[in-house]
C-alpha cells in the first residue's frame, strides 16, 4: 500500500462497533475472561490487554500505524519525546556503560545524555554527525547505542545514515535515530538499515501542537544483531523481573516489547490513550502536510537567502546548503519545516522575534501554526558568546518552523520585520 493509504487506514481494523474513526479506549484496566486467561497473558503464552500502562487499543493503532509509515516491525509509544529517547537508552546501558550522541541534537537530548544519565553512571561521549569517522575513536566494549538526528534541532544539518551504519554494523552496536524532524515522510532511516528511530510525536505526528508524546519503532529482523551478542547480554539471558524469559528466544520484535515489558511496567511513561487518538488524527494528514511545510520553508528560504539583510540561511533544500546533497540522498518529497537564519547581532534579531505578526515567538517546533525561536534568548541563554558559536547557535541566529499558512503571508510577515 502507498504511504497515503496507510495513513489513513495502517493499524485499525474496525472495532465490534464497525466505527469508521478509531474510538479512544480511555480505560485503566481490562477484565480477564478467568484466571487461566489472565495467567496466560502474563506470562505471553497469550497477548492481550492488561493495564493501560502497558498497552491500550486506542494507542495500539497509533503504534501499528506509526510503524507502517516508519516501515518498521513494530512501535511503543511513550509520554514524551523526551520519554521515548530515555527508554531506548535504557533499554540497552547500564551504570559503566556508555552511549554515543551527535553533538548537534535538542537541548533536551544533551542535558538528558551529559547530566542526568551522568548520575546514573552512564557516560555520553559526543561524535559530530558531519564528520562520522569520528566513532572509530569513540566506541568501545562498553558501547551501546549510537544515537542521532536526521535532521538536527536546531543546527539543522542532515546526518548520514549509510556512513554512520557502516561504524556500528562493523562493531555490531545499535544505531537509533531521532527522526522528529524529518518524520516518516521525508526520511525512512530504517531503510538505510539503522536499528530504531525515535520520535517526539508532539511535533509534527499531531501537527497541531495539541499534546505532548513520543514513540520508539523498531526495525525488522533486529532480534539478529541482539542474539548472542555480548553487548546485550541482558536480552539473551533470563530475565529475573519477569520469571526467566528470554528476550533474544521470542518469535517477536524484541526490542520495543521490552521497553513495554519492563520499562513502561516500571517506570511508566506510557501515552493517555486521548493523545493516542490525537496523534492517530494528526497521522492521517501528515504526508499532505510534510510536503506543504517544506514546500513553504523551500520558498522562505530562497527570499530569506536573497535578502540583503540576511548573512546567512540553514536550509538542506537549498542548492547553496553544504547539506544539500546528502539531503537529496536521503530525504523524498522535501526537507521539513525548519530553517534558520543569521542576522548581524543580537539587538536585530530581537527585534525581529519581537515584530512578527502571523509568527508566533515560542519555543516548539512542527505545528501548523508558524513559529520564530531566538535560540541565544532562550534554549541557549545559559551559553557564553563563544560557547553559543561553538554550537553553531551564534547570537544573530534565528530559527523558524514554517507553519501551513499561505506562503506569501508569510514572506509578507518576515519582509515587514526585516525592515
Ligand atoms: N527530539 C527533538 C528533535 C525535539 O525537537 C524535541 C522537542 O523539541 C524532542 C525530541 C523532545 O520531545 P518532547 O517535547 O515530546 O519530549
Known amino acids: 500500500m502507498h504511504e497515503q493509504t496507510l495513513a489513513i487506514h495502517a493499524g485499525y481494523d474496525k472495532d465490534t462497533q464497525r466505527t469508521m474513526a478509531v474510538p479512544i479506549y480511555q480505560t485503566t484496566a481490562y477484565e480477564f475472561r478467568n484466571t487461566d486467561h489472565a495467567a496466560n497473558l502474563f506470562a505471553l503464552k497469550e497477548l492481550g490487554n492488561i493495564y493501560t500502562r502497558l498497552m491500550n487499543p486506542t494507542t495500539d493503532v497509533f503504534e501499528k500505524r506509526f510503524a507502517a509509515l516508519e516501515g518498521g516491525a513494530a512501535a511503543v509509544g511513550t509520554a514524551s519525546g523526551m520519554a521515548a529517547i530515555f527508554y531506548a537508552i535504557a533499554n540497552v546501558a547500564e551504570a559503566g556503560d556508555n552511549i554515543i550522541v551527535a ?48 535532521i538536527t534541532n536546531p543546527s539543522i544539518d542532515v546526518a548520514d545514515l ?15 535515530v531521532d527522526n522528529t524532524v524529518a518524520t516518516p515522510i521525508l526520511c525512512k532511516p530504517l531503510e538505510y538499515g539503522c536499528d530504531l528511530t525515535v520520535h517526539s510525536a508532539s511535533k509534527y505526528t499531531t501537527g497541531q501542537g495539541l499534546a505532548i508524546g513520543g514513540i520508539i519503532v523498531e526495525r525488522e529482523n533486529l532480534a539478529e544483531k541482539i542474539k548472542g551478542n555480548a553487548r546485550y547480554a541482558h536480552f539473551n539471558e533470563p530475565d529475573e523481573s519477569y520469571h526467566g524469559l528470554v528476550y533474544s528466544d521470542l518469535p517477536l520484535p524484541l526490542f520495543t516489547l ?37 514546500s513553504s520553508a523551500l520558498a522562505v528560504a530562497k527570499f530569506l537567502e536573497k535578502h540583503p539583510k540576511v548573512k546567512k540561511v540553514n536550509y538542506p533544500g537549498l542548492q547553496s546548503d553544504p547539506n544539500y546533497e546528502v539531503g537529496q540522498k536521503y530525504f523524498k518529497g522535501g526537507h521539513s519545516g525548519l530553517l534558520s537564519f543569521e542576522v548581524e547581532d543580537l539587538a536585530t534579531a530581537k527585534r525581529i522575534a519581537d515584530s512578527m505578526e502571523i509568527f508566533s515567538l515560542v519555543v516548539n517546533i512542527g505545528d501548523s501554526k508558524s513559529i520564530i525561536t531566538h535560540p541565544a534568548s532562550t534554549t541557549h541563554q545559559q551559553l557564553s558568546k563563544q560557547e553559543l558559536v561553538d554550537a553553531g547557535v551564534p547570537e544573530g541566529l534565528i530559527r523558524l518552523s514554517i507553519g501551513l499558512e499561505d506562503t506569501q503571508d508569510l514572506i509578507d510577515d518576515l519582509t515587514k520585520a526585516l525592515g
Open 162 to 176: 549509510d556512513a554512520i551504519v557502516v561504524i556500528a554494523n562493523k562493531y555490531n552496536i545499535l544505531t537509533c
Open 103 to 150: 553533538k548537534q541534537v535538542y537541548g533536551g537530548t544533551t542535558t538528558l545524555t551529559g547530566h542526568t544519565l551522568k548520575r546514573f553512571g552512564i557516560e555520553a561521549r559526543y561524535f559530530d554527525v558531519k564528520n562520522p569517522a569520528q566513532l572509530e575513536d569513540l566506541i568501545d566494549e562498553k558501547t551501546k547505542i549510537i544515537l542521532f538526528e536526521s
Open 258 to 294: 521490552r521497553v513495554r515489558l519492563a520499562l513502561l511496567r516500571d517506570l511508566g511513561a506510557a501515552p493517555s490513550p486521548f493523545n493516542s487518538w490525537l496523534y492517530i488524527q494528526g497521522i492521517e494528514t501528515l504526508p499532505l502536510r510534510m510536503r506543504q511545510h517544506s
